[in-house]
């Protein structure tokens, strides 16, 4: 994974941001928008940065498509504020973020296994497919989530170049897309610990670019039939470089 083109457009972005908070207000919400467009939203950039900027609704829209970028947007500056706390990562946070996101939109799961509630933050209690594959089974993800937090905190601290801290970040978000411990919102929270992670790193965010969701598709399950994550991985860090871009693009603009 090459991150030399990581490393140049960080340092231009913080470069050009120094404080601005337009600039840090048209980074989150790039990435709300297409974050939220990519899980099930209906609504259309130009409607989402209308709501968040201008607390407009679209009378065209749900208002559960409004209440979802809502708790997005709230569950990122969340996200964004706790890393500069440096709290490690752990289930419970984890289940914390994941009762932000569907706060407004949450529901009671029925299931023979026992029932959930999906706005708390708690685990399925129902299999679940996601795409082709057979996720992993209800029981098993409490343990799961512990272990996945223990190595990444472990590759946190051991982290010293900018690819083994792009790589954990990315491995948060690889794990939880492949657990989906949660009944609902598991893209979302996939997206805001990758992102926490980012933010240890004192890192700019990323996120998937919806006119790459074939593409996200194709590499995760491709990397779940061979067991390689590496095209994965360079697939993670040119989205990265991708909203970088833009956002420097922005930024030049407005100085």
Do not use: W
Not at 14 to 37: C, D, F, M, P
Not at 46 to 60: E, G, T
Not at 181 to 190: D, K, L, Q, S, T
């Amino acid at each position: 994974m090459n991150t030399k083109e990581n490393e140049k457009l960080i340092v231009q972005y913080y470069k050009l941001l120094k404080g601005s908070e337009q600039g840090r207000k048209h980074a989150i919400y790039t990435i709300v928008s297409h974050t939220s467009i990519l899980e099930g939203c209906t609504m259309s950039d130009s409607q989402i940065l209308q709501l968040l900027d201008q607390d407009k609704a679209s009378s065209n829209r749900s208002f559960n498509d409004h209440l979802m970028v809502f708790d997005f947007y709230n569950a990122l500056q969340f996200v964004m504020n706790a890393a500069k706390l440096e709290r490690p990562v752990t289930p419970e946070l984890i289940r914390q973020i994941a009762a932000m996101v569907m706060k407004n939109t949450g529901k009671i799961v029925l299931t023979n296994m026992g029932d959930y509630h999906t706005a708390n933050g708690e685990y399925r209690k129902m299999p679940f497919r996601h795409i082709s594959r057979i996720c992993p089974d209800p029981q098993l993800i409490p343990r799961l989530m512990i272990s996945l937090c223990d190595d990444i905190n472990r590759e946190i601290s051991k982290a010293v170049s900018l690819e083994d801290k792009l790589k954990s970040a990315f491995h948060m978000h690889i794990a939880l897309i492949n657990l989906q411990p949660f009944g609902e919102g598991n893209f979302r929270v996939a997206n805001l610990m990758m992102n926490y992670v980012l933010g240890l790193y004192k890192l700019p965010g990323s996120m998937i670019f919806r006119s790459y969701e074939k593409r996200f598709y194709f590499l995760l399950e491709q990397m779940r039939k061979t067991d390689k994550p590496e095209p994965y991985l360079r697939f993670l860090n040119s989205q990265m470089a991708k909203l970088l871009r833009l956002e420097v693009r922005v930024l030049s603009k407005a100085v």
